[in-house]
């Protein structure tokens, strides 16, 4: 089955530095990868994703890229604010699949 | 966003004690999922329903039961917990199962095993 892994567990950015998170998958035939935000308390949120078609997606401050080859997608964030300090998720699954997660990254923005 | 809606935000229950949760969605999705989030530990899928049938169980032991009545409601009847089965509970529904659409997720229900 299906196994993500991410990377790192935590990473601490002052305000405006930028901030990358990486997650690794396993079946290649994943082709749908998610990204969730947790605030401290709150519910998981869909921030952005992506499908095996492209390599990249945009929206405002916030990208993520995709290498089927090497099997591994990141999240960009820039100018970061501390209103994103949260934890992250990234997911893959393929078709027939449910999402699985990865651990999660607790980012903290310090202004 | 009211899309997903979990009650109790909060249960506390000694371990002998029987108690659902309970998850609606209003979003017109046909897959719902029960999620257990521990500290520190990534999302644990615990049950998946597709049109009312359960299509995944991930090894969770029989003290959780899981009740889908319609594709709208979803239910974790609880009995006999341990402990380590203290956590916060995430409903969350997509338009399928199958078909690699987003989920949104419902507020949880901490639940707490005295």
């Known amino acids: 089955g299906e196994n993500v892994e991410q990377h790192p567990s935590t990473l601490s950015v002052q305000e405006g530095d930028s901030a990358v998170i990486k997650c690794t998958y396993s079946?290649?035939?994943?082709?749908?990868f998610p990204w969730y935000k947790q605030e401290l308390g709150k519910r998981p949120q869909l921030i952005i994703d992506i499908r095996s078609n492209v390599g990249e997606k945009k929206d405002q401050r916030i990208a993520v890229t995709l290498n089927k080859t090497a099997k591994h997608f990141s999240l960009h964030i820039t100018e970061t604010q501390p209103e994103d300090s949260a934890v992250y998720f990234c997911?893959?699954?393929?078709?027939?699949?449910?999402?699985?997660f990865g651990k999660g990254t607790t980012l903290s923005v310090s202004s | 966003e009211t899309g997903v809606t979990q009650t109790p935000r909060h249960l506390v229950m000694g371990m002998t004690n029987k108690k659902s949760l309970k998850c609606e969605q209003h979003?017109?999705?046909?897959?719902m999922y029960w999620y257990k989030q521990s500290a520190k530990k990534p999302l644990e899928l615990m049950f998946v329903?597709?049109?009312?049938?359960?299509?995944e169980n991930n090894s969770v032991p029989s003290r959780f039961s899981p009740e889908c009545p319609n594709s709208s409601h979803l239910f974790l009847h609880l009995h006999t917990l341990q402990p380590e089965d203290s956590a916060l509970y995430l409903c969350a529904s997509s338009q399928e199962r199958d078909m690699n659409q987003p989920q949104h997720f419902g507020d949880g229900t901490r639940l707490s095993i005295l």
């Open positions: 079946d290649s035939a994943s082709n749908y």
């Open positions: 979003l017109g999705h046909n897959a």
């Open positions: 997911a893959a699954s393929r078709v027939g699949t449910a999402l699985i």
């Open positions: 329903y597709n049109f009312k049938e359960q299509t």
